[in-house]
């Protein structure tokens, strides 16, 4: 394990030996998590060790966790939940929950169930919460204040959306969006489109999206938008919609706030505006993930991950003098295909000292990881290097 | 701006830090609840808990039990929205939005058993 989370760890240990002690005389047992808060109960399955709690519907994954992994497993993965997540009850018989389809000639609804025999296909995706690297910034934006870890690579089963198109005879003529809808409870008082998680992405997502109902193998979590998960790849987490209940062919955008000014990159202190570019396609991006803050001299592996964002990332390349000087850093393991993101590696010979460690990646369209990223107001989409580097001691 | 570890401890001792970031005495506590309340549409309190407005919302965050609840932050967050939380900037003036982030500034974090677990 590397140091930064040695740190924690102590912390942790701290708060384990009081729950240890809670334990002994008969009080109810919590998890902690790296940060000394408890794990939501929704979320209790998860490895502790490796997540940090931000609010009952943000917890991040370390940095440290991630390691040369190909494939975030399920107990990893980040949380973003802009709704608090339904209730546990809906993902008791999956197979039955219903999803209403529109805007075809042959609209319809339909179950879990029989959309497992229209068609299957299992891709490989990063989901990256838009605001991922927002502590990076530093604006004061307001939202969690993630640094790398909402971010995790995943294997995904679902029906194509175009063989649903297919079967119910082809999108109706002047649908230009592709309109998901969650099935999150809103509470009494609020007109839906307040706060409904509704998202609508180019049409032409249609040929790439699935509705998934399968991550790394298991049944979705409910927490993880189980019994079904609208999937577009390269597309920011938001636009992954939880719980779908509703896939829309339509003419305009949601009304949903989430759509119409939610998830709007704009300058620092300018207002939403439905005109403003929406957090879709997600950008090359690379972190490393090892070490992060102490190393002994002598042979060190150094690893991180690398992804191309809508394109394939063609190559990652290392700096351990802060942008000096660049070598290209070889991947490991199989590539997952485009959307997917790659593990690198470089065994280094560190001498003692404190280096700059950064790495840059390129994607197959030729977009070269910037050296910074602007701010802007709602702090989304850092992919800058330089503030994504780290410092390491080497004693 | 690489990490540190002095970056890393001010973190986590700030995560811990559940104190009011805005002394109540310089604040319309009583204007602010109002807007809090009433005034907002719809209302912070349909979403939020908040002990000092007797807000039990349980859609958005607790407020009595987020981190990093600086004024900047909350005038940002009610300006502008945060997921979907609307940007307030289209239903409140600037001074109603003013107040009632410094309300909430001034405030929040007074339930001694909130732990930022709801659920």
């Given at each position: 394990?590397?140091?930064?989370p040695?740190?924690?760890?102590r912390?942790?240990?701290?708060?384990?030996?009081?729950?240890?002690?809670?334990?002994m005389?008969?009080?109810?047992?919590?998890t902690?998590?790296q940060d000394?808060t408890?794990?939501?109960?929704?979320?209790?399955?998860k490895?502790?060790?490796?997540?940090?709690?931000?609010?009952?519907?943000t917890?991040?994954?370390?940095?440290?966790?991630i390691?040369?992994?190909?494939?975030?497993?399920?107990?990893?993965v980040?949380?973003?939940?802009?709704?608090?997540?339904?209730?546990?009850?809906?993902?008791?018989?999956?197979?039955?929950?219903?999803?209403?389809?529109?805007?075809l000639?042959?609209?319809m609804s339909l179950t879990?169930?029989?959309?497992?025999?229209?068609?299957v296909?299992?891709?490989?995706?990063?989901?990256?919460?838009?605001?991922?690297?927002?502590?990076?910034f530093?604006?004061?934006?307001?939202?969690?204040?993630?640094?790398t870890?909402?971010?995790?690579?995943?294997?995904?089963?679902?029906?194509?959306?175009r063989?649903?198109?297919?079967?119910?005879?082809?999108?109706?003529?002047?649908?230009?969006?592709?309109?998901?809808?969650?099935?999150?409870?809103?509470p009494?008082?609020?007109?839906?489109?307040?706060?409904?998680?509704?998202?609508?992405?180019?049409?032409?997502?249609?040929?790439?999206?699935?509705?998934?109902w399968?991550?790394?193998?298991?049944?979705?979590?409910?927490?993880?938008?189980?019994?079904?998960?609208?999937?577009?790849?390269?597309?920011?987490?938001?636009?992954?919609v939880?719980?779908?209940?509703?896939?829309?062919f339509?003419?305009?955008?949601?009304?949903?706030?989430?759509?119409?000014?939610?998830?709007?990159?704009?300058?620092?202190?300018?207002?939403?505006?439905?005109?403003?570019?929406?957090?879709?396609?997600?950008?090359?991006?690379?972190?490393?993930?090892?070490?992060?803050?102490?190393?002994?001299?002598?042979?060190?592996?150094?690893?991180?991950v690398?992804?191309?964002?809508?394109?394939?990332?063609?190559?990652?390349?290392?700096?351990?003098?802060?942008?000096e000087?660049?070598?290209?850093?070889?991947?490991?393991?199989?590539?997952?295909?485009?959307?997917?993101?790659?593990?690198?590696?470089?065994?280094?010979?560190?001498?003692?000292?404190t280096h700059?460690?950064?790495?840059?990646?390129?994607?197959?369209?030729?977009?070269?990881?910037?050296?910074?990223?602007?701010?802007?107001?709602?702090?989304?989409?850092?992919n800058?290097?330089?503030?994504?580097?780290?410092?390491?001691?080497?004693? | 701006?690489?990490?540190?570890?002095?970056?890393?401890?001010?973190?986590?001792?700030?995560?811990?830090?559940?104190?009011p970031?805005?002394?109540?005495?310089?604040?319309?506590?009583?204007?602010?609840?109002?807007?809090?309340?009433?005034?907002?549409?719809?209302?912070?309190?349909?979403?939020?808990?908040?002990?000092?407005?007797?807000?039990?919302?349980?859609?958005g965050?607790?407020?009595?039990?987020?981190?990093?609840?600086?004024?900047?932050?909350?005038?940002?967050?009610?300006?502008?929205?945060?997921?979907v939380?609307?940007?307030?900037?289209?239903?409140?003036?600037?001074?109603?939005?003013?107040?009632?982030?410094?309300?909430?500034?001034?405030?929040?974090?007074?339930?001694?058993?909130?732990?930022?677990?709801?659920?």
């Amino acid at each position: 394990m590397t140091q930064l989370p040695g740190l924690k760890r102590r912390h942790f240990l701290v708060g384990a030996a009081g729950v240890s002690g809670a334990a002994m005389v008969g009080l109810p047992t919590v998890t902690l998590a790296q940060d000394g808060t408890p794990l939501p109960d929704y979320v209790a399955w998860k490895d502790a060790d490796a997540m940090i709690v931000h609010s009952p519907e943000t917890l991040e994954t370390v940095r440290g966790a991630i390691g040369t992994g190909i494939v975030t497993p399920n107990d990893e993965v980040y949380i973003r939940n802009n709704l608090p997540a339904p209730d546990e009850s809906i993902v008791a018989d999956r197979d039955a929950w219903e999803v209403t389809f529109e805007g075809l000639a042959e609209p319809m609804s339909l179950t879990v169930g029989q959309l497992k025999t229209v068609g299957v296909e299992t891709i490989a995706t990063v989901l990256q919460c838009s605001g991922n690297g927002r502590k990076f910034f530093e604006h004061e934006a307001s939202g969690s204040q993630w640094e790398t870890g909402a971010a995790g690579c995943i294997i995904w089963s679902g029906v194509p959306v175009r063989d649903l198109v297919s079967m119910m005879g082809g999108v109706t003529e002047g649908m230009n969006w592709l309109t998901g809808t969650g099935g999150e409870e809103i509470p009494d008082g609020l007109p839906p489109e307040t706060i409904q998680v509704e998202r609508s992405v180019p049409v032409d997502m249609m040929e790439t999206a699935i509705l998934a109902w399968e991550m790394n193998g298991e049944p979705i979590p409910l927490a993880h938008g189980g019994p079904l998960r609208l999937v577009i790849p390269g597309y920011y987490g938001v636009n992954n919609v939880k719980y779908l209940k509703r896939l829309a062919f339509t003419a305009e955008e949601s009304p949903a706030k989430i759509q119409q000014t939610g998830y709007r990159i704009r300058p620092v202190g300018e207002s939403a505006d439905p005109s403003q570019p929406s957090m879709y396609e997600m950008s090359v991006k690379s972190w490393i993930t090892g070490p992060l803050m102490d190393a002994a001299t002598g042979k060190v592996q150094i690893h991180g991950v690398a992804m191309g964002g809508t394109s394939a990332v063609e190559k990652v390349e290392l700096s351990l003098d802060g942008g000096e000087t660049w070598a290209e850093a070889p991947f490991v393991g199989p590539d997952l295909g485009p959307y997917a993101w790659r593990p690198f590696v470089v065994i280094a010979d560190l001498e003692a000292g404190t280096h700059t460690l950064a790495s840059r990646a390129m994607n197959a369209t030729g977009d070269v990881q910037p050296e910074d990223f602007p701010p802007n107001e709602r702090a989304y989409g850092h992919n800058g290097w330089r503030a994504h580097a780290v410092d390491v001691t080497v004693s | 701006m690489p990490n540190s570890v002095a970056s890393l401890a001010a973190a986590i001792f700030l995560s811990f830090a559940a104190i009011p970031a805005v002394a109540e005495a310089d604040v319309d506590l009583e204007a602010g609840r109002a807007i809090f309340n009433e005034t907002a549409e719809p209302s912070c309190a349909i979403c939020h808990s908040l002990v000092d407005a007797e807000a039990e919302g349980e859609v958005g965050p607790n407020l009595d039990a987020m981190e990093g609840l600086d004024l900047d932050r909350i005038r940002a967050a009610v300006a502008g929205g945060v997921g979907v939380m609307p940007a307030f900037d289209e239903v409140l003036s600037e001074e109603e939005i003013e107040t009632v982030s410094a309300y909430v500034a001034a405030v929040a974090g007074k339930d001694a058993n909130a732990t930022g677990i709801s659920n």
